[in-house]
């Protein structure tokens, strides 16, 4: 069985193959055997508001907070995802992750953020990160990604630039210190 990295971050390293992912920090909502699944937390989405989201949704709102709305990965980037605080998801539609976090997917999160009866803290996320059997352990394996804990400074932070040079230096590492290519012993 592979290490468990469930609510851990994924930095990209410097020469990521796909250009989606480069400078990217992902948050893992889950990982197993079978694969794993996370969001982008650093790329806001071009030109998209949470307030004109939830407008195109028929969700009235009289004052909607400023979540930020973030291109959470390639696979099925026309669904959305709340990554938020784990106050919020006693219906059963929340899936708990690690260290703090909850993510949920359907409609009625969006509708208590907009009433101001949501988490405390979130992101909404278009689209996801998802990996097969045993890609994600190849691609770390590649010196494609690093891992370090997640917390929800850089999760929730509105310093989308600031967000990967801010796990980075969780891992004591300086972005100037970083090479594209893999070194062998």
């Not at 969001?39 to 004052?63: R, Y």
């Not at 394996?141 to 804990?149: D, H, I, V």
């Not at 997640?150 to 989308?160: K, L, P, S, T, Y």
């Amino acid at each position: 069985m592979t290490t468990d990295l469930t609510g851990q971050l994924l930095i990209a390293m410097p020469g990521m193959g796909d250009p989606r992912f480069a400078g990217a920090v992902v948050f893992l909502c889950d990982h197993s055997e079978k694969g794993a699944m996370g969001l982008i937390v650093n790329k806001p989405f071009p030109e998209l508001s949470f307030a004109q989201m939830i407008g195109q949704l028929g969700i009235d709102a009289i004052n909607p907070p400023r979540v930020p709305v973030l291109f959470g990965g390639p696979v099925e980037t026309g669904r959305g995802f709340v990554l938020h605080s784990d106050d919020y998801g006693e219906n059963g539609n929340t899936l708990r992750v690690k260290g703090g976090f909850g993510m949920t997917a359907t409609l009625d999160v969006l509708e208590e953020i907009a009433r101001s009866n949501g988490p405390e803290k979130a992101v909404m996320a278009l689209g996801y990160s998802g990996w097969g059997a045993g890609q994600l352990e190849d691609e770390i394996q590649q010196n494609g990604w690093l891992t370090c804990e997640a917390d929800a400074e850089i999760v929730f932070g509105r310093d989308m630039r600031a967000k990967w040079e801010a796990a980075l230096a969780k891992l004591g590492v300086s972005a100037l210190m970083l090479s594209a290519e893999a070194g062998r012993a």
